[in-house]
């Protein structure tokens, strides 16, 4: 490899392992865990890394936390970095089911144990564990939530937008189907159905939804930065649509107990549980102790008519991990 071509691989990884959590070299006498998260900008992922730091301190493990940046090559880079740094797990949100498979098989081909979480990567001969909700599931549960206030304040019909996250996302299918599956189709027009991911993209979509169709009283969000978003933007319109979604957050906990906000409930995936889940299983595993090749961490309902749940879902979360 040219010299160029080594400072720009070596810069880009260093992108990706930017501000790693734990110490800059493993200690001998104790189990290196390589974790990987998306990036440090949603909740979702800093409670998913407050969680992995938690089982880590309490399996006496040396964690390092890396950054995917939401790129395949730095995910590569990133794994190919924790091979070097001789790691005996990488826990790993696949970034694409398919095309993160080449890089997880070489260090699973080298005697790392591999446990993937947020998605289960395609070949499932590479992983030893998965760990997460059930995407279907997630949305089905928020999808009940929906029927329910149709049926109850709408007089059981409604005009309702979808916001999906974008189709290159591997929970996309299903989280659409789920919504579908728990808000059923008597009574209901899907008359929008746009993709976003993060806030200015959910703000945009759901402006864009009801200039399109005014009456439009329900809209459901995939993920927390749509959400957020479109939650925003509905407070600024003075709009009375009724607001779903998936992923809770501070922000979005304010907004439930807020009483001119529209956001009626949110299902959330517990990403600190999926985080300690996912270190603790390895870690287990590793001293010997025979753990389930697939763990389901439970969805939670987190809804207006509940402020009592999303109290503790405040107190929680911020506090820090022990």
Same mark, same amino acid.
């Given at each position: 490899m040219k010299l160029i071509d080594r400072i720009l691989l070596a810069s880009v990884v260093a992108l990706g392992l930017?501000?790693?959590?734990?110490?800059?070299?493993?200690?001998?006498?104790?189990?290196?865990?390589?974790?990987?998260?998306y990036a440090r900008d949603s909740e979702y992922w800093q409670q998913v890394e407050k969680g992995m730091q938690a089982a880590a301190k309490e399996g006496g493990a040396d964690l390092q936390v890396a950054l995917n940046r939401r790129q395949l090559t730095t995910e590569a880079q990133v794994i190919?970095?924790?091979m070097t740094r001789g790691v005996k797990v990488i826990v790993m949100p696949p970034l694409d089911r398919e095309a993160s498979v080449s890089a997880a098989r070489l260090a699973h081909s080298q005697g790392i144990m591999i446990v993937d979480y947020d998605a289960p990567l395609a070949d499932a001969s590479i992983a030893s564990h998965t760990i997460g909700v059930d995407s279907r599931d997630l949305a089905a549960e928020v999808g009940r939530k929906m029927r329910s206030y149709i049926d109850g304040k709408l007089g059981g019909s409604a005009k309702v937008g979808l916001?999906?996250?974008p189709p290159t996302n591997p929970n996309m299918k299903a989280r659409r189907t789920g919504v579908q599956d728990g808000l059923g189709d008597k009574g209901v027009t899907i008359?929008?159905?746009?993709?976003a991911s993060t806030p200015e993209q959910?703000?945009?979509?759901? &402006?864009?939804?009801? $200039?399109?169709?005014p009456d439009t009283k329900v809209v459901w969000c995939a993920n927390a930065g749509s959400l957020a978003g479109a939650a925003s933007t509905a407070q600024r319109m003075k709009s009375d649509t009724a607001l779903f979604g998936i992923d809770m957050s501070q922000e979005l906990a304010r907004m439930l107990l807020d009483p001119t906000s529209h956001l009626e409930a949110v299902s959330d995936q517990q990403p600190y549980q999926i985080g300690y889940t996912a270190v603790q299983t390895a870690l287990k595993?590793?001293?010997? &102790?025979? $753990?389930?090749?697939?763990v389901t961490v439970p969805v939670?309902?987190?809804?207006?008519?509940?402020?009592a749940g999303v109290k503790e879902y405040l107190e929680r979360t911020a506090a820090p991990a022990k």
């Open positions: 930017g501000s790693l959590g734990g110490t800059a070299a493993f200690a001998k006498d104790r189990i290196a865990v390589g974790g990987i998260i190919d970095d924790f916001i999906t996250v008359v929008s159905d746009v993709a959910g703000a945009s979509a759901f &402006e864009n939804i009801l $200039q399109r169709t595993d590793l001293a010997g &102790e025979k $753990q389930p090749r697939n939670r309902l987190y809804s207006r008519d509940d402020p």
